[in-house]
Antibody, heavy 124, light 107 residues
Framework: EVQLVESGGGLVQPGGSLRLSCAASGFTFSSYWMSWVRQAPGKGLEWVANIKQDGSEKYYVDSVKGRFTISRDNAKNSLYLQMNSLRAEDTAVYYC?????????????????WGQGTLVTVSS | DIQMTQSPSSLSASVGDRVTITCRASQSISSYLNWYQQKPGKAPKLLIYAASSLQSGVPSRFSGSGSGTDFTLTISSLQPEDFATYYCQQSYSTPPTFGPGTKVDIK
């Protein structure tokens, strides 16, 4: 069974930093692109970043470029999101998601499995 | 970035009703369109990928169609567990973008 479990959320002051983690199990983690998606309270879904299987390619939504860094450790089956210079508008539930179901040779995948999310609150 | 719109933004329906939700992209996205269901306090769940392919384990009352810029999600006979918010998402280009959602509630 595919499982994704996020951790690391919490309350942080504006300008602060936080590192989110996502522990993956039930599939060959190193074979999949992985994404972070966030949802502000009462709002819709916003894709944040993704990373290729070997970590050689990373992409970000414009609003977090230069502030957030996605990374992965395939030996630990783990995905990370380092968030710096946090702003009030970064307040959201952050989900990690697997890109699948792996029907394309490159890109274009949906998000076929999601974690339960971890809440990040940026407030003074 | 590709903009996604959905209509309606909300709808009220009864158990057994046929429900159709529309999603439109700001440019052609071929068939790189996915649909998700989200219930309050829960993570989104993939229903349909590649515009019309049913994700494993998803009931056959859900179906998707369309290509280019216009897509639809149809629930053939609404069940009590289907009351939720539905999102479309394009995976044609980066950044992948979501529609604003359609909330389906009980009439």
């Amino acid at each position: 069974e595919v499982q994704l479990v996020e951790s690391g959320g919490g309350l942080v002051q504006p300008g602060g930093s936080l590192r989110l983690s996502c522990a993956a199990s039930g599939f060959t983690f190193s074979s999949y692109w992985m994404s972070w998606v966030r949802q502000a309270p009462g709002k819709g879904l916003e894709w944040v970043a993704n990373i290729k299987q070997d970590g050689s390619e990373k992409y970000y939504v414009d609003s977090v470029k230069g502030r957030f860094t996605i990374s992965r450790d395939n030996a630990k089956n783990s995905l990370y999101l380092q968030m710096n210079s946090l702003r009030a508008e970064d307040t959201a539930v952050y989900y990690c998601a697997r890109e699948g179901p792996d029907i394309y040779s490159y890109g274009h995948e949906a998000l076929d499995y999601w974690g339960q999310g971890t809440l990040v609150t940026v407030s003074s | 970035d590709i903009q996604m719109t959905q209509s309606p933004s909300s709808l009220s329906a009864s158990v057994g009703d046929r429900v159709t939700i529309t999603c439109r992209a700001s440019q052609s996205i071929s068939s790189y369109l996915n649909w998700y269901q989200q219930k309050p306090g829960k993570a989104p769940k993939l229903l349909i990928y590649a515009a019309s392919s049913l994700q494993s384990g998803v009931p056959s009352r859900f179906s998707g169609s369309g290509s280019g810029t216009d897509f639809t999600l149809t629930i053939s006979s609404l069940q009590p567990e289907d009351f939720a918010t539905y999102y479309c998402q394009q995976s044609y280009s980066t950044p992948p973008t979501f529609g604003p959602g359609t909330k389906v509630d009980i009439k």
